[in-house]
């Protein structure tokens, strides 16, 4: 049996081999993952959540799934990109097309242990970020009052 690879259907006499079965086509539909199998894939190839790539795009710094722009297991702050620009007298900024509590711009304006703590009703997962508890806050919190947030278009 002869191998043929191709992106394109050839002009060859094909008919010929597949009624001999010395012919075996695989079409970009043979190929496609379904959506199991990419979940699969999606999940084994890249583990990260949004929130630990987030954390180590805004910060050049690895952490676990779950945390925002905290290190792994000591809960300490980790420096953002916006943080080091303004302080060194940058104006800056965040324009995001999501809420401003979701992982990607949240990783810019906030610390927290556990990303699920977006808002002040939020903070079960997350008692020693409560304010009461002497803690920044929650994520919104935090977007105000270390006045990262200056206008909000909805």
């Not at 695989?26 to 890249?46: G, K, V, Y």
């Not at 809420?99 to 002040?120: F, I, K, Y």
């Amino acid at each position: 049996m002869q191998a043929i690879a191709t992106r394109a259907d050839l002009p060859l006499p094909l008919a010929r081999f597949r009624v001999r079965s010395q012919l075996i086509e695989l079409r970009a539909n043979d190929l496609r993952f379904t959506d199991e199998e990419a979940a699969t894939f999606w999940h084994q190839s890249i583990p990260l959540s949004l929130t630990a790539s987030g954390t180590g795009w805004a910060t050049g710094n690895k952490t676990s799934n779950g945390r925002i722009s905290t290190t792994a297991g000591t809960d300490k702050d980790l420096k953002t990109i916006l943080e080091l620009a303004k302080e060194r007298g940058y104006k800056t900024g965040d324009v995001t097309t999501a809420e401003l509590t979701d992982a990607t711009p949240a990783v810019l304006l906030s610390h927290m242990s556990d990303r699920s703590c977006q808002g002040p009703q939020d903070t079960a997962n997350c008692p020693q970020d409560k304010k009461s508890a002497g803690g920044p806050g929650s994520i919104a919190e935090q977007s105000i009052d270390h006045n990262h947030l200056k206008i909000a278009l909805i």
